[in-house]
C-alpha cells in the first residue's frame, strides 16, 4: 500500500528517479517564470504568437493531430474493488495500473525538464477548496494550469505544512495513441497520465482531479462533484438567483454561465460563478452550496462569436491561449462560426483547403482567466460559494426532449438527471451524433459505481434542509430539415425566466407525466420572438408513445447497474411509466 503521507519531496525524488529528467523546476506561477516559459515555447515552436495588434499577448499552440480530445477508452478508475469503479468505468487493478506506469514512465523524460506545479482548486480561503501537484514535461500544460487553477508559491508552501494534496503524475510519453492511458486511484489520490497533452487527460487538475477523484472523495464525505456551470441570474428588481446546470462536454455551459440577455429583458443580468465544474456541498442554512473549484476557462472556440457569446468574444480577443484553430494570413486566429475573416493555414499548420474538413478543430479550446470575463461574478471568490435555487439537466436530443420540464420532485429530479441522454460530440474522441446515456452529464467523469452516485443523490433529501428545484432543458431540438427550432444563446434566459417563476411560485404549469411543462399562451414569455407556430408546438409537446420507448430503454440501461440502483429511483422510473401508459 503505497504511503499517502510521504512527504511532497519524497514523492517527486521517487517519480524523477523512474522519469530520468535532465532537471527540475518548481513552479511558483509568478510573472518572472512565465516570461521564461514563453520564450522557451516560442523558440521551440511549441506555441506561436498570434497577431499582436489584434490579439495582444495570444498564442496558438497546435497538438499532435492525434491527440485532440479526451479518450475514454483508455481511461481507467483503479479502486481495489472492481464493483466499486461500477460499469460507467474502465477498470484496472491497482497493482496491474502501477506495474503499467512504472514501464510507461521509465525513462520517458530523458532530455527533458520536469516541472512542479503546486495547486488550488477552490478560492483559496475556502473551507472546501483541495490543493493537487502535477508532475509535467509538459510547457503547455504548466502554461494552461497557470490560467486554470489558483498555482503558486502559496500553495507549496501549505502542502509542505502538511496539508493534503492529491498527486498528479503526468508526461507525454511519445504521444503514442497505444501508449496513452489516464490512470486514477481514488484510494491513494494519485492520477497518472501519459500520452497526451489534451486538456482534459493532462490538465489533471479538472477532470482527473475536480471531478474522478473528487467524486470518490464527496461521496464519502457527503457532497457532490458535478460536471455542472454555476451561474448568477439578476432580475431587474436586483435580486439574483443562482442555477446549477449538468450538461454533457460541449452542449452549452460556458455559453449558458456566460449568457448576455436579448434586448427584450431589460434590466436583467447574468453573472458567471463558473463554467464546467462545481462543488456542492449542504450549508450551515440547509440548502446548496457551490463553489467553482477552477480559475479559468478551457472553451470550445467553435461557434464562439460576438453575436452567440459575446463575453467570451470579448474576453479571448486577449491573454489567450488557443488551441487548434485556424489563422488567417494576418495572424488572426479563424474558426467555424466567425462570419468575418479567411482561414489561410488550418489547425494541422496545412494550407487552408476545404477538401480537408474544417478549418478549426471541431474541438479547438480557448484557455484563458476566468476574470477576464466581463460578466465574471465576484462572488466565485465567496469561500462558502453560492447558494442554489435550481439545477438543470441538458443535452443535445434533436428529437424528443421538450424545451424546458420540471421534475415533480427530488427523487423525479434525480431520474430526469439519470435519464440524461446526449448526442456525442467532438470534446471525447470517437463517433460525434450518437445519441448516449449521459447520466448528469457524468459518464465520463464520475470516479464510482453509478448506483451508489445515484443513492447520494438521493440521500442529499435527508441532509438538505432546502434542496434546488430540478429542470431540464433542451436548446438542440430541430425539425425534420436539421434546423435548430429554438434559436438559443441569450434567448434562453426566457426559459431561465420561467424557471425562476416556478420556483418562487408564481405561476402555474401543466402537468405531463414526464414532468410540468409551460403554459406557453400564458406563461412563458415568447414575446418579441418570431417562432412558427409550429415550431413551438414541437418545443413544448411530449409526444407519450416515443417517451414510452425511451423510458424502456432507461430501464433497460439500469440493469447493469444493479443491484445497487436505489428503490427511490426505481419507484420514480415506474411512476413515470405508469401515466405515460395510462395516459396515451
Ligand atoms: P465543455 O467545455 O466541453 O464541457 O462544453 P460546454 O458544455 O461548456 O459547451 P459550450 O458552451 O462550449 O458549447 C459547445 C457548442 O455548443 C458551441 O459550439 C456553442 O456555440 C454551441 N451552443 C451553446 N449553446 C447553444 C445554444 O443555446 N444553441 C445552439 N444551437 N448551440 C449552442
Ligand atoms: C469536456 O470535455 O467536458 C471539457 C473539456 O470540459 S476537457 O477539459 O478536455 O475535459
Ligand atoms: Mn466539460
Redesign the pocket.
Known amino acids: 500500500m503505497p504511503d499517502r503521507t510521504q512527504t511532497l519531496s519524497a514523492w517527486i525524488d521517487e517519480v524523477a528517479r523512474l522519469a530520468q529528467p535532465d532537471r527540475i523546476q518548481w513552479c511558483d506561477g509568478s510573472e518572472g517564470e512565465w516570461n521564461v516559459l514563453r520564450t522557451d515555447m516560442l523558440e521551440r515552436g511549441e506555441i506561436l504568437p498570434l497577431n499582436p495588434k489584434t490579439y495582444p499577448n495570444c498564442y496558438l499552440h497546435r497538438s499532435d493531430p492525434t491527440d485532440v480530445a479526451r479518450v475514454e477508452q483508455v481511461t481507467y478508475i483503479c479502486s481495489r474493488l472492481k464493483d466499486d469503479a461500477g460499469p460507467n468505468n474502465n477498470w484496472m487493478s491497482p497493482e496491474e495500473a502501477h506495474d503499467l506506469y512504472k514501464r510507461l514512465f521509465a525513462g520517458c523524460m530523458r532530455n527533458r525538464t520536469l516541472y512542479v506545479i503546486p495547486y488550488c482548486m477552490g478560492p483559496i480561503d475556502s473551507p472546501w477548496s483541495q490543493l493537487g501537484v502535477e508532475i509535467t514535461d509538459s510547457r503547455y500544460v504548466v502554461a494552461n494550469m497557470r490560467l486554470m487553477t489558483r498555482m503558486g508559491h502559496a500553495v507549496l508552501k501549505r502542502i509542505q505544512s502538511g496539508e493534503p494534496f492529491v498527486r498528479g503524475q503526468h508526461s507525454l510519453g511519445d504521444l503514442s495513441p497505444d501508449r496513452r492511458y489516464i490512470l486514477h486511484y481514488p484510494d491513494e489520490n494519485l492520477i497518472q497520465s501519459i500520452g497526451s497533452g489534451y486538456g482534459g487527460n493532462a490538465l489533471l487538475g479538472k477532470k482527473c482531479h475536480a471531478l474522478r477523484i473528487a467524486s470518490w472523495n464527496a461521496r464519502q464525505e457527503g457532497w457532490l462533484a458535478e460536471?455542472m456551470?454555476i451561474v448568477g441570474i439578476e432580475n431587474p428588481e436586483g435580486q439574483v438567483f443562482y442555477l446549477a446546470a449538468a450538461?454533457?462536454?460541449?452542449?452549452?455551459?460556458?455559453?449558458?454561465s456566460m449568457l448576455v440577455p436579448p434586448q427584450s429583458f431589460p434590466g436583467w443580468k447574468v453573472w458567471t460563478v463558473g463554467?464546467?465544474i462545481a462543488w456542492i456541498h449542504v450549508g450551515p442554512d440547509g440548502r446548496l452550496w457551490a463553489i467553482n473549484p477552477e480559475a479559468g476557462y478551457?472553451?470550445?472556440v467553435?461557434?464562439?462569436n460576438a453575436t452567440?457569446?459575446p463575453n467570451a468574444f470579448r474576453m479571448i480577443q486577449r491573454d489567450t491561449i488557443f488551441t487548434n484553430v485556424a489563422i488567417t494570413a494576418d495572424r488572426e486566429p479563424w474558426w467555424e462560426?466567425l462570419p468575418t475573416g479567411v482561414p489561410a493555414t488550418d489547425w494541422r499548420g496545412r494550407p487552408y483547403d476545404p477538401a480537408n474538413g474544417p478549418a478549426a478543430h471541431p474541438n479547438s479550446r480557448f484557455t484563458t482567466l476566468a476574470e477576464r470575463n466581463p460578466a465574471w461574478s465576484k462572488h466565485t471568490l465567496d469561500p462558502m460559494g453560492v447558494p442554489l435555487t435550481a439545477i438543470l439537466f441538458g443535452g443535445r436530443r434533436a428529437r424528443l426532449a421538450p424545451l424546458v420540464y420540471e421534475a415533480k420532485s427530488w427523487a423525479h429530479g434525480v431520474l430526469t438527471g439519470c435519464a440524461l441522454a446526449s448526442e456525442t460530440?467532438a470534446?471525447a474522441s470517437g463517433r460525434t451524433g450518437i445519441v448516449r446515456r449521459d447520466p448528469m452529464a457524468m459518464l465520463p467523469f464520475c470516479g464510482y459505481h453509478f448506483g451508489d452516485y445515484w443513492a447520494h443523490w438521493i440521500n442529499l433529501q435527508n441532509q438538505a434542509r432546502e434542496l434546488p428545484r430540478i429542470f431540464h432543458v433542451n436548446?438542440?431540438r430541430q425539425n425534420q430539415d436539421g434546423k435548430?427550432l429554438?434559436p438559443?444563446?441569450g434567448e434562453?434566459l426566457r426559459v431561465i425566466q420561467w424557471i425562476l417563476e416556478r420556483c418562487a411560485g408564481r405561476i402555474p404549469a401543466q402537468e405531463s407525466p414526464i414532468g410540468y411543462l409551460p403554459k406557453t399562451a400564458s406563461d412563458f414569455n415568447l414575446s418579441g420572438l418570431t417562432l412558427d407556430p409550429e415550431a413551438i408546438r414541437e418545443l413544448f409537446s411530449v409526444d407519450h408513445e416515443a417517451w414510452i420507448d425511451d423510458f424502456d430503454d432507461l430501464e433497460q440501461f439500469l440493469i447493469a447497474y444493479e443491484p445497487r440502483v436505489p428503490i427511490e429511483l426505481k419507484e420514480a422510473l415506474q411512476r413515470v411509466q405508469l401515466e405515460l401508459s395510462s395516459t396515451s
Open positions: 460536471h456551470l450538461f454533457p462536454s460541449a452542449c452549452g455551459k460556458t455559453n449558458l463554467d464546467d478551457f472553451g470550445v467553435p461557434g464562439t452567440t457569446n462560426g460530440t470534446a436548446w438542440f435548430y429554438w438559443g444563446y434562453n
